[in-house]
């Protein structure tokens, strides 16, 4: 499956932002999808993943009650919808499909996912 995220931008203190990650070659339900985001100079660390079929979902501890990670089958994509955006939420974000671990049981370790979309910047700043 190749995917490509989208949605990236600058976003003062407070803000939202709705990423998007479009599958093609694929069907993208079949799959586990989560999100990464990578600030400079630190590892890529998993933000959310949502499960094949059932669609549960799981979220970092730091993007609790602020994220929301969402599919949408007939469009064959997934988004992550962020609200209340902090600086420290600033990271290039990356989506990343995985048939190994459909229900998202170890979605925290980037080796899990197979296939990758290229980054999207998300900048929060005032």
């Known amino acids: 499956v190749q995917l490509q995220a989208s949605g990236g931008g600058l976003v003062q203190p407070g803000g939202s932002l709705r990423l998007a990650c479009a599958a093609s070659g694929s069907n993208l339900e079949n799959y586990a999808v989560a999100w990464f985001r990578q600030a400079p100079g630190k590892e890529r660390d998993g933000v959310s993943c949502?499960?094949?079929?059932?669609?549960?979902?799981f979220y970092d501890d730091s993007v609790k009650g602020r994220y929301t990670i969402s599919r949408d089958n007939t469009k064959n994509t997934v988004y992550l919808q962020m609200n209340g955006l902090k600086p420290e939420d600033t990271a290039v974000y990356y989506c990343?499909?995985?048939?190994?671990?459909?229900?998202?049981?170890?979605?925290?370790?980037?080796?899990?996912?197979?296939?990758w979309g290229r980054g999207t910047l998300v900048t929060v700043s005032s």
């Open positions: 949502i499960s094949s079929g059932t669609g549960k979902s």
């Open positions: 990343a499909a995985s048939s190994q671990s459909p229900t998202c049981a170890i979605w925290g370790y980037v080796s899990v996912f197979g296939s």
